[in-house]
């Protein structure tokens, strides 16, 4: 059974390219971990009338991509992305997970 998990985070303004060019070059090793957490979906959409990122994902365990900030790959990407969007001091992204109100099947 999938949990769907969605949250937003916010990219420095005229980031978006420089945003999608990094993740279509989604380092292998980043993919993996992300696999092997349990995420069978994850699509992340961008507004650009408010510079803010919105993603979901679909998730086999307890774990999102949020939740893996302890290891060190994540950490590396976080430290690469940190110049392009909101970050905490860790150079994690601020984000807000969102709460789901409706669902179709």
């Known amino acids: ?7 937003k985070m916010k990219l ?4 978006v390219e420089e945003y999608k060019k990094r993740h279509d070059d989604l380092w292998p090793e980043l993919h993996r971990l992300l696999k092997d ?6 699509s992340i959409f961008f ?3 408010t510079n803010i990122l ?3 994902q679909k998730q086999a365990g307890d774990q ?11 950490q590396k990407w976080w430290k690469y ?5 909101e970050t905490n001091p860790d150079n994690s992204p601020i984000s807000k997970e969102l709460v789901e109100v409706f669902y179709m099947k």
Do not use: C, H, W
């Not at 420095?12 to 980031?15: F, S, Y």
């Not at 999102?64 to 994540?74: A, F, P, R």
């Open 64 to 74: 999102g991509s949020q939740d893996l900030g302890k290891t060190e790959i994540v």
């Open 54 to 56: 919105f993603a979901f």
């Open 47 to 49: 507004d650009e009338e």
């Open 12 to 15: 420095n303004p005229g980031m």
């Open 81 to 85: 992305m940190a110049d392009i969007m």
């Open 37 to 42: 957490s349990g995420l069978s979906e994850y």
């Open 1 to 7: 059974m999938y949990k769907r998990l969605a949250f």
